[in-house]
């Protein structure tokens, strides 16, 4: 078998680090030539250059505050998305980014010309496309290693068990409750982290729903007021408050993916752009 240092050579870039020290980078056109010489893929490239302390070039600004070790195990990992409109959108781009090596995209809906205001992958050119095909599209534009399935579908009681199964974490972009609580239930049963984020005006909160413990229940109650009545429809869903709590979400999801410490049970996160203001609620 090749060595690996003799693959990549040409495509190996250095790059220095306070004190002297150095760590190299590959660039996708070696990743291309060591998955041709291997007889296998993009994201098993990756992971023998990680191996090795060899950064993807496209990942090397995670270096840092991810270890090596870190972005393999990202690499290794599966998260669903719930859908993929104003939050769902900017989710699936970011856990693409980040380098997440399996993602399931999930929505019933298509654009319309009402989302362009939010939602990331919403433009006069997808307009009336399945927003769960879109969102597949555009994660593997960005990151071709990552496994990106797309299902067009609405969730409910008959489907969520299958989509769920397995995953790392699921992130609950969804815009209504009903949907949110049959999301909720099947992640219990499954064994499956959830992040849940949602959206009022300039407001937004983030929790992260573990197996056991406190859940959308204990904030909402036992029965999800109608869709219309939703805090989303009343103040409607202005321009920066999804990018703001959709990365909050990213951050949480990556945490639960490396087993870090995460937002603890019981405890939102509330964030008002209009003051602006970061606060973590605890129930009671």
Same mark, same amino acid.
């Given at each position: 078998?090749?060595?690996?240092?003799?693959?990549?050579?040409?495509?190996?870039?250095?790059?220095?680090?306070?004190?002297?020290?150095?760590?190299?980078?590959?660039?996708?056109?070696?990743?291309?030539?060591?998955?041709?010489?291997?007889?296998?893929?993009?994201?098993?490239?990756?992971?023998?250059?990680?191996?090795?302390?060899?950064?993807?070039?496209?990942?090397?600004?995670?270096?840092?505050?991810?270890?090596?070790?870190?972005?393999?195990?990202?690499? =290794?990992?599966? @998260?669903? %998305?719930? &859908?993929? $409109?104003?939050?769902?959108?900017?989710?699936?781009? !970011?856990? #693409? *980014?980040?380098?997440?090596?399996?993602?399931?995209?999930?929505?019933?809906?298509?654009?319309?010309?009402?989302?362009?205001?939010?939602?990331?992958?919403?433009?006069?050119?997808?307009?009336?496309?399945?927003?769960?095909?879109?969102?597949?599209?555009?994660?593997?534009?960005?990151?071709?290693?990552?496994?990106?399935?797309?299902?067009?579908?609405?969730?409910?009681?008959? =489907?969520?068990? @299958?989509? %769920?199964? &397995?995953? $790392?974490?699921?992130?609950?972009?969804?815009?209504? !409750?009903? #949907? *949110?609580?049959?999301?909720?239930?099947?992640?219990?049963?499954?064994?499956?982290?959830?992040?849940?984020?949602?959206?009022?005006?300039?407001?937004?909160?983030?929790?992260?729903?573990?197996?056991?413990?406190?859940?959308?229940?204990?904030?909402?109650?036992?029965?999800?007021?109608?869709?219309?009545?939703?805090?989303?429809?009343?103040?409607?869903?202005?321009?920066?408050?999804?990018?703001?709590?959709?990365?909050?979400?990213?951050?949480?999801?990556?945490?639960?993916?490396?087993?870090?410490? #995460?937002?603890?049970?019981?405890?939102?996160?509330?964030?008002?752009?209009?003051?602006?203001?970061?606060?973590?609620?605890?129930?009671?």
């Amino acid at each position: 078998m090749p060595e690996l240092s003799d693959i990549l050579a040409p495509h190996l870039k250095e790059n220095p680090l306070p004190g002297g020290e150095a760590f190299f980078s590959v660039s996708w056109e070696g990743l291309e030539a060591l998955a041709a010489r291997r007889g296998a893929g993009l994201k098993a490239a990756m992971l023998e250059c990680l191996e090795q302390g060899i950064w993807p070039e496209r990942l090397r600004a995670n270096r840092g505050e991810l270890s090596a070790q870190d972005q393999a195990r990202l690499l =290794n990992s599966s @998260a669903a %998305v719930m &859908g993929c $409109g104003g939050l769902g959108g900017l989710t699936c781009l !970011l856990l #693409a *980014r980040l380098g997440v090596g399996e993602l399931l995209m999930v929505d019933g809906d298509r654009f319309e010309e009402s989302n362009l205001n939010r939602q990331m992958l919403a433009t006069p050119e997808t307009l009336g496309r399945p927003k769960a095909q879109v969102a597949v599209e555009a994660a593997a534009r960005l990151n071709p290693a990552c496994d990106a399935r797309g299902e067009v579908a609405w969730i409910g009681p008959d =489907n969520l068990p @299958a989509l %769920v199964a &397995g995953r $790392g974490v699921v992130v609950d972009c969804l815009d209504n !409750l009903a #949907a *949110r609580y049959d999301l909720e239930d099947a992640c219990r049963a499954a064994g499956v982290p959830l992040v849940h984020g949602a959206l009022a005006g300039m407001e937004g909160m983030l929790m992260v729903i573990p197996p056991q413990g406190p859940g959308l229940r204990e904030l909402h109650g036992p029965t999800p007021p109608p869709k219309e009545q939703g805090a989303e429809v009343l103040m409607g869903t202005p321009t920066p408050t999804p990018a703001a709590v959709a990365s909050l979400q990213v951050a949480e999801a990556m945490k639960l993916l490396l087993g870090r410490s #995460a937002l603890g049970p019981g405890r939102l996160l509330h964030l008002d752009l209009g003051e602006p203001s970061l606060e973590i609620l605890t129930l009671g």
